[in-house]
T-cell receptor, first 114, second 116 residues
């Protein structure tokens, strides 16, 4: 596997379910990100991790819980979601500690909350 | 309040002609700008970037122009090819001193269709 991978690619869940999204990067980066892309809206940054430490939480509801066990893996744990949480969830990574603004994205997980 | 705006949701261009995608921003602290391209069922991929100390950056068929006084940037694709059909996102960032990550603020995107 190369680049940034995300699983699952599609997920349908009820409002009472608990599920997790997984992201893995094979680029040797130390910063990882979760974004949400809703229909007709810009990509919204949710969380940022630098060297496994969470450095940003952009006012995301607690029903979204990130986890970064190491620099290569990032999870987004989901519980008691709302239908308005249906969106494309994108993971990205970048080299940390350098003047490199470029982020590399995974293909995304299309989430539908019923 | 959207800090990065792409006011054209879609654009159609004939193959071989120039495509011009526009982006406006409101935050004068932004000092680095990027364009990403996204195909359906794929994540955004980096295309080209420009630092605020420049007004033009060129990479093959792609050129990005930055007008700081107008807070406006544009992406030119010449000549346009059918494979360029995708959604193009403009993104901006603020310099971050110290070791860490750079937050990107994205526009809503412009869907480019290149007609053969």
């Amino acid at each position: 596997e190369t680049g940034v991978t995300q699983t699952p690619r599609h997920l349908v869940m009820g409002m009472t379910n608990k599920k997790s999204l997984k992201c893995e990067q094979h680029l040797g980066h130390n910063a990882m990100y979760w974004y949400k892309q809703s229909a007709k809206k810009p990509l919204e940054l949710m969380f940022v991790y630098n060297f496994k430490e969470q450095t940003e939480n952009n006012s995301v509801p607690s029903r979204f819980s990130p986890e970064c066990p190491n620099s290569s893996h990032l999870f987004l744990h989901l519980h008691t979601l709302q239908p308005e949480d249906s969106a494309l969830y994108l993971c990205a990574s970048s080299p940390a500690g350098t003047a490199n603004y470029e982020q590399y994205f995974g293909p995304g997980t299309r989430l539908t909350v019923t | 309040d959207q800090q990065v705006k792409q006011n054209s949701p879609s654009l159609s261009v004939q193959e071989g002609r120039i495509s011009i995608l526009n982006c406006d921003y409101t935050n004068s602290m932004f000092d680095y700008f990027l364009w990403y391209k996204k195909y359906p069922a794929e994540g955004p991929t980096f295309l080209i970037s420009i630092s605020s100390i420049k007004d033009k950056n060129e990479d093959g068929r792609f050129t990005v122009f930055l007008n700081k006084s107008a807070k406006h940037l544009s992406l030119h694709i010449v000549p346009s090819q059918p494979g360029d059909s995708a959604v193009y996102f403009c993104a901006a960032s603020i310099a971050y001193s110290g070791a860490g990550s750079y937050q990107l603020t994205f526009g809503k995107g412009t869907k480019l269709s290149v007609i053969p």
